[in-house]
């Protein structure tokens, strides 16, 4: 067995051994341990976001750990089973790093296992595109991922370009980036898994968290991307703030029939990491799975599902 594959499995056969309640002990052990400095880092970051639950230390509050404690403790064969179907050490590696960043605050694998070489979804290695492509990016922000898009594969390599984005002001930031460039379909939609109307949830932390929820400051059009775009799509980049597996239970007829590329976050919660990889294997079989890292190794966020047909 090598390395990897140990680390991995023993870290699966003691969590598998212990209580939810052990684990969580656990964890709440190895983050007394943690500097002070970093102890704040980490809560703080938690809580501005509020993704992943509440970290307040002082006052006694460790939502976030007990439910990292719960996804460990009633998933681990889940993560056993995404372990199995990466395409790569690399990827398995990264898996390894998060868990164990999850459970022991493990910074040193993080760090190793972060990527420098590619931009966030376009690692040259692995996603290879043609001036055929149908590309849709849902998360689009300011246009920076189609802009990054264009810069790694060129200005000839897409056909067309879908950019889905929920929040006006950013929206009309992102037609003054992407304006020189043709053949782009700008949408000021929100993407779910059946139409209708939902609400923008601001973040204060920042304005490319902005979420979707059912109470906010204005109304929203969601569609589902099925019923909003008819041609072949042949790569789709997801990041919406914990809205992915909706977005690709709205995308199913998609991947299923078009079998394109699929770049996901999948760090907006404790379960998208192993569900949405279930997900798009209930959709299509063959999918091929990589995991990228390009955050902070002290919290683990920005993880890229990279699936391939």
Known sequence: MNIIDKKFF????????LTEEEICRNIKAAFAAVHRDTQRSLADFFNKFGFWGRLDPDAGVFEEIELKARALREHMDDFVWLYGRLADFRSKKTLFAVLNN????????STETKEYLFDEYFDLDLVKCTRDEVVVDLGAYIGDSVVSYLVNYGAD???????????????ELMKQT??????????????????????????????????????????????????????????????????????LRGAAEHIRRDRPKLLISVYHNNEDLWKIPRMIDSFAEGYRFYLRYKSSPVYPTEITLIALP
Request: glycine share 4%.
């Open 10 to 17: 023993d870290l699966a056969k003691e969590i598998e051994s």
């Open 178 to 247: 992407l304006s020189r460039f043709e053949r782009i379909d700008m949408r000021l939609k929100g993407v779910s898994d059946e139409e209708g109307t939902l609400r923008l949830s601001p973040c204060d932390a920042s304005s490319s968290s902005n979420t979707l929820a059912e109470e906010g400051v204005r109304e929203v059009d969601v569609v589902t991307l099925d019923a909003d775009i008819q041609e072949p799509v042949t790569l789709i980049k997801a990041d919406i703030e914990g809205f992915e597996q909706k977005a």
């Open 102 to 109: 999850w459970y022991r605050y493990d910074f040193k694998t």
């Open 157 to 171: 390599c897409y056909k067309k370009i879908y950019c889905y984005e929920i929040t006006p002001e950013i929206f």
